[in-house]
């Protein structure tokens, strides 16, 4: 298969690439750099560096090579950004992913989105289902929902396409860990509590999540890749093992042998998140390394 990455210089996308590299796939990556790094990806694939908000970079990257399939994987992420950068965190995730679906549509490849649980924003009611209503606080309380809602409109616009005729399926990876997680300021939880030290738990850590190993992540992002008909339909590629922040904190603070402290909570942090995912049935996927396995691996 032709095969077009988007971001695939990042942390999910890297990992990606090297798994469809790995089973014969032809490969482009098309990313800017501005948070991935050109060493993460893999030689066996075509690199290509420029803007997904840019469709002359789109052409760039497909108009020799006509992808059978669009992972769309470029966005602006980690949430520091999302109240620092706002604006540019709508522009990037929403400019790119409609330049991604007009790639899709002029050069007929299937699109992969890849959306977020954060798309929900505060919903309290879990598991989240592809049925669940998305809730966003006020806008001038904080801007932490730029993320999430820029995912909410990057699914309406790809549920619009796919109505229109397109294949178009979503993935929703719900807090993935593994190598290359990068654990500076704008990282996620896991690397940087790796990282840390004193590892800082934001508020009182009771708020959950259900964090799912990277490789997990990848073999279901193959079956969605893999499978037929599956327009129009959202996967939540996650686990719904929880755990909450602070016992993870310990759990880590424990392996690291480092202090643990409470800091501010973050604006808009909702208290749980825990995907609904019976719909993963439907590509025969679940993910099955537990926490303390996946740790242990990491470390
Ligand atoms: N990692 C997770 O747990 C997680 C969870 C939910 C959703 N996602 C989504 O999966 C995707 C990948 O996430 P990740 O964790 O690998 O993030 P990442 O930051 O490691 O990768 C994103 C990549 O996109 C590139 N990029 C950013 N702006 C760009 C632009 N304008 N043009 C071209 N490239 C650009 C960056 O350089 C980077 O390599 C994102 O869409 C993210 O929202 C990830």
Redesign the pocket.
Known sequence: MRILV????????SHLVDALVARGDEIVV????????ESQVNPGAKFIQ????SFS?WKKACEDFNPDVIH???????TRRFHKEADLVVD??VN?TRMSLRAAKKYKATLIF?????AFGEQENMPLRNESTSVFTPAHLHQRHS?GAS?HIGELLCQFESRKGLDVRIV??????GPR??GDDNG?VVSMMMESNPIVVHGDGLQTRSL?WIYDVIEGLLKVNDSSNLSGKAFNLGSNQEISMVDLATIIGELRGVEIVHGESNHGDSKRRLPDISMNDEIDWHAKTSLEDGLAQLL
């Open positions: 988007t971001g695939g210089a990042g942390f999910l996308g098309l990313d800017d750099l501005s948070r991935g790094d420029g803007d997904v908000r970079d769309h994987l470029a966005a602006i992420n980690g990037v995730n790119g890849y959306s977020s649980p954060e993320y995912k929703r990876p719900c807090n993935v860990y997680l990068r996620q799912t």
